[in-house]
Nanobody, 120 residues
Framework: QLQASGGGLVQAGGSLRLSCVGS????????MAWFRQTPGKEREFVSR????????SYADSVNGRFTISRNNVKNTVYLQMNILKPEDTAVYYC???????????????WGQGTQVTVSS
């Protein structure tokens, strides 16, 4: 299981740090990713990180503002979100699987989501 936390309400320009803790299995060998979704839209890729943490990638919309990292000892992945914009408002989901993919269909393990709201 994956448990996401850290969402909340923040003003534009502010920061939040999301966390996603894995339980029930070691996720150290898994690709970890963050996706986000707003009502009526498909879940979209935000960022992913390789099993060792040596490779990362980001959606163009967040590149340079968000940073993904992981701590395999703690079975946790993080998403540091800076310079937040109102368009970042969404439910953020963490995900895990063995494939270094960017599509939600490529991930079989999902957290429950945490709401991020950015006010203008």
């Amino acid at each position: 299981q994956l448990q996401a936390s850290g969402g909340g309400l923040v003003q534009a320009g502010g920061s939040l740090r999301l966390s996603c803790v894995g339980s029930g299995r070691p996720f150290s060998g898994y690709i970890m990713a963050w996706f986000r979704q707003t009502p009526g839209k498909e879940r979209e890729f935000v960022s992913r990180i390789s099993a060792t943490g040596g490779a990362t990638s980001y959606a163009d919309s967040v590149n340079g503002r968000f940073t993904i990292s992981r701590n395999n000892v703690k079975n946790t992945v993080y998403l540091q979100m800076n310079i937040l914009k109102p368009e970042d408002t969404a439910v953020y989901y963490c995900a895990a699987d063995r494939i270094y993919g960017a599509g939600p269909h490529e991930y079989n393990y999902w957290g429950q989501g945490t709401q991020v709201t950015v006010s203008s």
